[in-house]
């Protein structure tokens, strides 16, 4: 996902330095064809990054949490939509690893904490 991000990053700079219309000294230079192919290469990486998160998300959701987990989950952040950092801190504490702090764990339902 790094990886991804950091083409991102890249493609969106090389994007932004290049201007609609360039004059020069014979007429005018349209940069089309130049906005063309980095939009095509942005709209790959975007493509990309969303398979990337949609993968990890249906891997959490089936694989690490069990279904009741995923209906509190869902059931708590009604109707704001995921909390991921949240989720993704209570799995670390789960599994003894780091976390930002025991606190996030405490205020949320659905971690069963």
Request: aromatic letters at 8%; one cysteine or more.
């Amino acid at each position: 996902m790094e990886t991804l991000t950091a083409e991102w990053h890249r493609l969106w700079a090389q994007l932004k330095k290049i201007t609609d219309v360039q004059e020069v000294t014979d007429g005018a230079v349209i940069s089309f064809v130049a906005v063309a192919d980095l939009t095509k290469q942005l709209r790959a990486n975007v493509h990309a990054m969303n398979t990337c998160r949609h993968d990890y998300l249906s891997n959490a959701f089936t694989r690490v949490l069990t279904p009741v987990q995923v209906a509190r989950f869902f059931v708590a952040l009604y109707p704001m939509g995921p909390d991921l950092p949240s989720l993704l801190t209570w799995l670390a504490m789960q599994a003894n690893g780091p976390c930002s702090s025991e606190a996030s764990c405490m205020d949320k339902p659905w971690a069963g904490c």
